[in-house]
């Protein structure tokens, strides 16, 4: 069995993608009948939707679409953290249809023009009423941002902090540092963990191989364990570089020198346990 522990769907018919080039192939609209038949076939047996754009219509969306498919075990979404009443408004999505399945919550911090944006007073106050509520945060940030990410989850220690895409390192360029060093220094905090996901949309188009991204998996590896990683497809955005499957195929082959045991963590175990699947 494995988990998808991060994936996406919309309706362009319900809202707009303003992230989505108009040349795009992923302007269109990707739901869940078209993802099922894939996750199935590649066994994979329980997802984690996440968010996609900072809107609060989404989240009670994503939660009532879970209510209704086994498959969507959990949901990341999105609620203003620096909203007075985050403590109240967290409790009013859990207590919507589906809101069992509310995990966690999400920010698009790679937007945010102030590298320190994690850091502010506001912002705090509404990841500790994360933790306090008992949910996680995604962190969907770049390398140079990566600092404050160690820097939030160190003066939160009771908040679970889980790094999207490894933090979107330049695997195209080849280059690993300061990436690297900043990666190491997030997973020496015991509170983070790390998706082995969107590795192949940062790759080379020309190459995408997986030797290109074997160096990048290989630092989070050695610096989170996989007890601490997790797989996930980045569904629909993967198809910009490779069909579900073989993004799958691609990380079984970067894992495949880990033991069973450790294997299962990657695939399942990790994502089951954070995420409280």
């Known amino acids: 069995m494995t988990v998808d522990a991060h994936h996406h769907l919309w309706d362009l ?11 795009s192939p992923l302007r269109r609209d990707f739901s869940l009948a078209d993802l099922e038949p894939e996750a199935r076939a590649a066994g994979v047996t329980r997802t984690v939707l996440v968010q996609t754009v900072t809107v609060p219509e989404e989240t009670p969306e994503f939660l009532a679409l879970a209510d209704m498919h086994d498959l969507i075990a959990g949901v990341v979404g999105w609620t203003d953290l620096t909203r007075p009443d985050i403590a109240d408004e967290l409790d009013r999505l859990r207590e919507l249809p589906g809101g069992s399945r509310l995990k966690g919550i999400r920010h698009q911090v790679q937007s945010e023009p102030d590298p320190e944006w994690l850091l502010r007073p ?6 500790t009423a994360l933790a306090d509520a008992g949910l996680v945060y995604d962190l969907v940030v770049l390398p140079h941002q990566l600092p404050a990410c160690a820097q939030a989850a160190e003066a939160l220690p009771g908040l679970t902090f889980v790094l999207d895409h490894l933090g979107k390192p330049p695997i195209a360029s080849g280059a690993r540092e300061p990436w690297a060093s900043a990666l190491r220094a997030l997973a020496a905090r015991p509170n983070t963990v790390a998706k082995l996901s969107g590795l192949l949309t940062e790759a080379d188009p020309a190459s995408r191989a997986t030797a290109d991204l074997r160096p990048y998996a290989e630092t989070a590896l050695a610096a989170f364990g996989p007890g601490r990683l997790m797989f996930g497809s980045d569904w629909p955005v993967c198809t910009l570089a490779a069909a579900y499957a073989e993004v799958l195929d691609v990380t079984r082959e970067l894992t495949a020198g880990l033991s069973a045991a450790e294997r299962t963590a990657v695939h399942e175990g990790t994502a089951t346990r954070v995420y409280d699947l």
């Open 13 to 23: 018919s319900v809202r707009d993608q303003d992230w989505i080039p108009e040349d």
């Open 122 to 127: 506001d912002v705090r106050r509404g990841l």
